[in-house]
């Protein structure tokens, strides 16, 4: 059943690619500035600041509103460039639903709109090297937090109890397979700077880098999901992914 995260990975990745004409014709750019080396660090300081809000407010009723208008702020902006200004009442339905009748289904459905908006976003708003350089800090970051000080294992959890989608659940009788949105989404943003920044042979209308970076990280999440099955326990994504993800880049500029 793990399995299933290739397929949500493969979807989200090439559809964040095909959504590039949508956000730009929406002007959906996040730094004015796409070469900036300063760009990763902010990007890396939110996650920093939005990890340290989630533990502080762990325990208090603050956080699950929050947290839903958070999700209802990135979700109006992830729909605006399909649906224009119905995406108000849409994304006010939808978090409606995730707090008063909570699902997988929903959750993983929200998870997937906003993974394809925020990898297109960031995609479009950064150029490779930068993405290269958040990639590899967000790998080294995810393992130290996993398995050094197991803070994110901890995060995850008080993000599952208040349904919010920033996971990708699958249920297995009375377990749960968990992957955060951060795992489809960083290898996504690498492939879009790929489609959008560089000029190369298409393929599809896919340019090679973006595929060479997409099947990279497929291949990673492949290593990651059969190390998990057969060891158990809570891994860390990123490293494998995003290694994976790198590499198919750097292999595609070969040629």
């Known amino acids: ?9 493969l979807s989200v990745s090439l559809l964040s690619v095909l959504s590039i004409p949508s956000y730009e014709a929406a002007g959906m750019v996040v730094f004015e500035d796409p070469e900036s080396y300063v760009n990763p660090l902010i990007y890396f300081a939110l996650i920093l600041g939005f990890t340290a809000f989630i533990i502080f407010f762990a325990k208090t009723r603050l956080l699950a509103l929050l947290i839903h208008a958070i999700t209802f702020i990135a979700m109006v902006y992830v729909l605006i460039p399909f649906i224009g200004m119905l995406s108000i009442p849409f994304s006010a339905v939808l978090i409606i639903f995730l707090i008063k009748k909570p699902n997988w289904m929903l959750m993983n459905f929200c998870a997937f709109l906003l993974s394809i908006g925020i990898a297109t976003m960031f995609g479009i708003s950064l150029s490779p090297i930068p993405v290269l350089i958040l990639l590899a800090v967000l790998a080294v970051y995810d393992f130290i937090s996993v398995y050094k000080t197991g803070h994110m294992i901890g995060l995850a959890d008080s993000i599952f109890k208040l349904n919010a989608p920033m996971l990708f659940v ?12 951060g795992d489809i989404v960083m290898p996504a943003i690498l492939a879009v700077s790929a489609q959008k920044f560089l000029k190369a042979p298409e393929f599809f209308s896919i340019k090679l880098p973006a595929i060479a970076t997409i099947f990279g990280g497929f291949f990673g999440l492949f290593a990651l999901i059969y190390i998990a099955e057969r060891r158990g326990g809570a891994h860390a994504g990123l490293p494998l992914i995003n290694s994976g993800a790198i590499a198919g880049f750097a292999i595609s500029q070969l040629f």
């Open 1 to 9: 059943m793990r399995y299933i995260f290739l397929l949500i990975f």
């Open 170 to 181: 699958i249920p297995r009788g009375e377990e749960r397979m968990i992957m955060g949105v």
